[in-house]
């Protein structure tokens, strides 16, 4: 599993960019403050894990209201897409949250926040999420193919050791994962956030089932059921 410090560090200097591109060269209040929370949840995370695992969950989460105000003054309202790399122009699994219409993009996105994708002028917001991080790890050390059984057992049981089992069920258009004893944190809680990506367990699966299977996904909806969270992942269609 990633080191605490490393993605602390990685965190802060991503927060510290998208301070400065926002003040000083957009002029943008919200990606100014989208990197101030970047910035916070950066020194959170690099201060230390074990026993102050539980204060720095509840320190972030100033920085995640932050980021859920942020999507609900820019209008973003559904679900997330969680593209695979190859649906991007820097070779990155990414969640794209639409502005307007759910419509995955025909194009390979640039980088950039908000970006335009579609021929009906659709817009959306490009968010590295918990998944993002997840599948570059797995995918550095050959975790992922195309079974998705075997792709999210190598990854998400084995690789990064965050849960104790999976089970694949292929449903109409989609599939239903149930995952045995998440060990991932809840993040952010109930804010708009999360209804929006999904929980970080969710952001997760669903980033690596868009790796594996090359296509957009999107998370239907998820729910707890014993010990197990069950999710269930739609299967989007179209591409560049």
Not at 20 to 44: D, F, H, K, Q
Not at 163 to 184: F, N
Not at 195 to 200: D, Q, V
Request: charged fraction near 15%; include cysteine.
């Amino acid at each position: 599993m990633p080191r605490i410090g490393e993605l602390g560090i990685s965190l802060l200097i991503l927060g510290i960019g998208l301070s400065a591109i926002g003040y000083l060269v957009l002029e943008s209040t919200p990606i100014l403050v989208l990197g101030i929370s970047v910035m916070i949840m950066g020194v959170i995370a690099a201060w230390g894990e074990g026993s102050l695992e539980r204060t720095q969950l509840e320190l972030s989460k100033p920085g995640w209201d932050n980021v859920s105000m942020l999507l609900e003054s820019l209008g973003a309202a559904g679900r997330a897409m969680y593209l695979p790399s190859n649906y991007t122009e820097f070779k990155a699994p990414v969640a794209l949250v639409p502005l307007v219409k759910p419509t995955p993009p025909e194009i390979r996105l640039p980088r950039g926040f908000t970006i335009r994708y579609g021929r009906e002028g659709e817009t959306g917001l490009i968010l590295h999420t918990p998944g993002t991080i997840a599948a570059i790890k797995c995918s550095s050390v050959g975790a992922l193919g195309s079974d998705l059984g075997a792709s999210l057992t190598n990854c998400v049981v084995n690789h990064l050791a965050i849960a104790r089992g999976i089970m694949v069920t292929p449903t109409e258009g989609g599939y239903t994962i149930a995952v045995r004893g998440s060990r991932v944190n809840e993040l952010y809680g109930k804010t708009l956030v999360k209804s929006i990506l999904g929980s970080p367990t969710a952001s997760i699966i669903a980033s690596i089932a868009a790796e594996a299977l090359g296509s957009p996904i999107m998370v239907d909806g998820e729910e707890l059921r014993g010990n197990d969270l069950v999710i269930r992942l739609r299967v989007l269609t179209h591409g560049p």
